[in-house]
């Protein structure tokens, strides 16, 4: 996998100098899951965020019983999720799994973090990213959580 050629490809990233791209790079590898698969549980342990490359990832609270539980959405391409470790948290808020067959690029947090700190306009345009990233879910959320009001009322 090119993961230089990848980071370079995607709008996040176009900010980074050549020898960040070299860096990141040194720090990212490629997962895939197979549909079904989980890719992290709510409460585990972060280091990595990801970027999905292809398939489709669901992210969901689990409920008490086996097969239960509450859809955050579906991700798709070029979306970032688990971004958690990059805003201090050390535990992912939700699990995540392949809705499809999935390639993922997996990030290590803190040399990611590092590499902003130093290129700090980078770092504002990937921070802008994750901000628009979650105002599209909690949009997506506030639609979800509208049907099932509307729902209990009928």
Excluded: C
């Excluded at 370079?8 to 980074?16: D, K, R, V």
Aim: aromatic residues 10%; charged residues 20%.
């Amino acid at each position: 996998m090119d993961v230089k050629g990848i980071l370079t490809g995607h709008e996040l990233f176009t900010l980074l100098t050549p020898e960040e791209v070299v860096r990141l790079s040194n720090v990212s590898s490629e997962k895939r899951f197979r549909k079904g698969e989980v890719i992290y549980r709510k409460d585990t342990l972060t280091s990595h965020f990801f970027v999905v490359l292809s398939g489709d990832v669901r992210l969901a609270l689990p409920g008490a019983a086996e097969g239960t539980g509450f859809s955050l959405g579906k991700l798709a391409k070029g979306e970032l999720f688990g971004l958690s470790p990059v805003l201090g948290f050390e535990r992912y808020t939700a699990t995540a799994s392949a809705e499809t067959d999935v390639v993922l690029l997996a990030i290590e947090v803190e040399p990611f973090q590092a590499l902003l700190r130093a290129n700090p306009v980078a770092g504002s345009a990937f921070h802008g990213a994750m901000v628009r990233a979650y105002y599209a879910r909690y949009l997506r959320l506030l639609k979800a959580l509208q049907g099932i009001v509307e729902n209990l009322g009928a």
